[in-house]
């Protein structure tokens, strides 16, 4: 069967394929989405769903609160599943606490509201936080959650009210040609489409189109370990919860004047730092508790050696030092799964022009769900002309 020829083809349904779609039909655009899983099953649905641009450096922060903006919009508009109860970065000892109170100021420069809060202020918001982890803590009450399950659904319901907009599940786009009048294409199942321009947002799968763009060694593939856990009297952590190890690893405070000395001091070799572990917390509407989470890497030659299976010790580990943090009553883990990004060792992102049809798109590492909105609307003002 042939298709239509659409304005935009857009190869990949994760967030940052639909974000496209968002903007672009709202131009007037007419969009294919072409996935090739029903449902999709890749990192836009197995990540926290965390809207933290508090956590970026001031590009993707200022994506990042323009997605927060759009977000919201969508909320009232689209009844998109979106809670705003903040974000809180907690610290554990004194040179966390140094480099809040230095984030603090950095945000009143760039104009982004966050708060000190005491630890006494902390123990009234989270009850079950343990008094002796609490050193001191940075409150950002504009940040959002989502679930992205749930968001990712209520995005594509949303898009598909539109008249000029069509989704095709279940088709993997394994053959695209170009050239002057535009963009043809096939599916595995034989489908073929026709558009003037394509954008492949292909998530973590290297294989099916352009293998050779990817064959790349400033891209890695990260796996990453979550849990999800019940406990047996109901626990309030509301928000995004970001802990000690984050405030050392996240982006944003590399710009703290303390940054570079307290890196420093930190022993590289131990447990914690080989597996790439900080311990994160999202509360889930049913009262389950999102933690994690832990991150192995690989070049994509050699992605395979990561492995499909969970690493129980170190989910085991995950547990433990989210405890030393929440009282967690008859804790039990009830979910645990991997989810698996790519990123540029040395850029914020992976795009190519593969001719004047055709953009790649892909590799944005750990702040997909946070920034695509308003980065996929940055790249349609900037490099893809719409
Ligand atoms: C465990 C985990 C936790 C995370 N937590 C957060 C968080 O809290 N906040 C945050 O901001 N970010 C988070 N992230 C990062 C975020 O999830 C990713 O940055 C984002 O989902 C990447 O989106 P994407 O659209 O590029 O890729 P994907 O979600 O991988 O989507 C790509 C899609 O393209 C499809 N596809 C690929 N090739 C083809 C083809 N040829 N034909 C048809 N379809 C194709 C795939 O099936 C897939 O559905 C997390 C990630 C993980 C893994």
Redesign the pocket.
Known sequence: MQAANYDYII?????????FAYHLIREGRSVLL????SP?????????????PSGFGPTFQKF?RRSTEIYLQLRDDAGLPVRQQGSIYIASDEEEGQLLIEMNHLNVKNGYYSDILTPEDCLDIYPDLHPEYAHAALFYPSEIQVD?VATNAALLKYLQSYQNFQYRPD????KVRSNRFGVHGK?SSGFRFSGDKML??????YQ??YPGEFDNDDLSL?K???LEVSTSTQVMIPG?VLTGWSIRRYECFENCPSYTAIKAQEDKSNYQHQNGVHI?F?QKENGNIII??SHHYANIADRSTLGYELDEALNDFMLSEALKIFNLPGVKVVKS??????QMKDKPYFYKEVDENIHI????????????FGFTEHLLETKINI
């Open positions: 190869v990949g349904g994760g967030i940052i394929g639909l974000s072409l996935e090739k899983d999709p099953v890749s990192a836009s649905v197995r990540n926290f769903g965390q809207i933290v990042g992205p088709q993997a786009v394994v599916t492949i947002c292909n998530g973590s799968d099916l189109l990260v990453l370990q979550m995004s994160l999202k994690g989470d799964w991997a989810g698996f990004y790519s798109i892909t590799a944005i590492g750990g702040k997909g769900m946070t920034a695509s």
